[in-house]
């Protein structure tokens, strides 16, 4: 291999490096695991440890599933049906405002239904982590980076955020009930003003 052609493999690398930190970081702060931790702890509390590990890799597989969709095919999907991108961001708010008033009046999610598995699909993975904000966001990075950096971020986010639901019940632990009843409460009017957000940038769009 000479020089010019080690150069330009290196050149390359960086511009792909740079370009999946930049994908990577922008997904990470879309989804924010670190944010949902309460909204998970909440959901999965009266769960058994083997229960809320399924509960959590049922989340992060139909989370991580649905991303990669929807970034190769999200477009199409959308216009298949008729709807506009802007109706689907109003759509995922109005769900995420729901669950916001649900944390705020019970301190849980009430409607995960009567298998545990349904909870992570309904508002964990959507609208939670594969979110309005977080499909717009792999589609552009589709659309601008191609497939192989985006399905690297989808892969390395989901990752992290397995991670930080693994570790949920520590980090309860240390805060405690109240302390956890007031974090959830918080996190409510956090995920409702986000729901806000996906509403009023869908109805600003439309």
Do not use: C
């Amino acid at each position: 291999m000479d020089y010019i052609t080690l150069q330009n493999l290196l050149s390359y690398l960086n511009f792909f490096g740079d370009d999946l930190l930049r994908s990577t970081m922008s997904l990470f702060v879309v989804i924010n695991p670190i944010g949902t931790i309460p909204l998970f702890a909440s959901i999965t509390q009266k769960m058994q440890r083997t229960e809320r590990n399924r509960v959590l890799k049922t989340t992060v597989i139909t989370a991580s599933a649905l991303l990669m969709l929807f970034a190769v095919a999200g477009t199409q999907i959308l216009s298949i049906f008729g709807i506009a991108l802007s109706s689907f961001m109003i759509a995922g708010g109005v769900l995420l405002f729901m669950v916001s008033i649900e944390l705020l009046t019970h301190g849980g999610w009430r409607f995960g239904g009567t298998v545990s598995d349904e909870s992570g699909v309904v508002p964990l993975a959507f609208p939670l982590l594969a979110g309005p904000g977080a499909i717009t966001t792999v589609i552009l990075s589709f659309q601008t980076l191609g497939l192989l950096i985006t399905m690297l971020s989808v892969a390395i986010v989901m990752g992290i955020t397995y991670t930080i639901f693994y570790l949920t019940e520590t980090i309860y632990r240390i805060l405690g009930r109240r302390g956890s009843l007031i974090i959830t409460r918080i996190f409510a009017v956090l995920v409702a003003a986000i729901a806000v957000e996906y509403v009023v940038d869908g109805i600003k769009t439309l």
